[in-house]
C-alpha cells in the first residue's frame, strides 16, 4: 500500500525559509508526475508545485520564484524549498501524484508570522 509521509513544517517569520519533505513508500515515485499542495483554512486545496518524471517544473504565480520542487528518485522522496515566505502561505502542505491517485498523507503545517 502507498504511503506519504510529508515533513519539515514549522513556525517562521515572514521572509524566512523552510524545506519540506515528502517520502513514499509502496510505490516508485520516479515514474509519476508529484505534486506539492497546500490547505489554508476555509479555503480548498491547491496546487503549489508540480515536477515531471523528466524534471520539469511548473509554479502558480503565487508562488513563482519563492518556491522550488525538486526530486531523488534514488531516495523516493520529493522535496519543496519555500522562501521569502509569506503570511499568505500559512497552510497545510501535502504531497501527491498530479491525478491525486495515492492516499492523502497527513499534511505539514506550515505557519507563517507576520
Known amino acids: 500500500q502507498v504511503r506519504l509521509v510529508e515533513s519539515g513544517g514549522g513556525l517562521v517569520q515572514a521572509g524566512g525559509s523552510l524545506r519540506l519533505s515528502c517520502v513514499a513508500s509502496?510505490?516508485?515515485?520516479?515514474?509519476?508526475?508529484m505534486v506539492w499542495y497546500r490547505q489554508a483554512p476555509g479555503k480548498q486545496r491547491e496546487l503549489v508545485a508540480l515536477?515531471?518524471?523528466?524534471?520539469?517544473?511548473v509554479y502558480p504565480d503565487s508562488v513563482k520564484g519563492r518556491f522550488t520542487i525538486s526530486r531523488d528518485n534514488a531516495k523516493n522522496t520529493v522535496y519543496l524549498q519555500m522562501s521569502s515566505l509569506e503570511p499568505e502561505d500559512t497552510a497545510v502542505y501535502y504531497c501527491?501524484?498530479?491525478?491525486?491517485?495515492?492516499?492523502w498523507g497527513q499534511g505539514t503545517q506550515v505557519t507563517v508570522s507576520s
Open positions: 509502496g510505490s516508485d515515485i520516479s515514474v509519476r508526475t
Open positions: 501527491n501524484t498530479r491525478l491525486k491517485d495515492y492516499p
Open positions: 515536477i515531471t518524471t523528466d524534471g520539469s517544473t
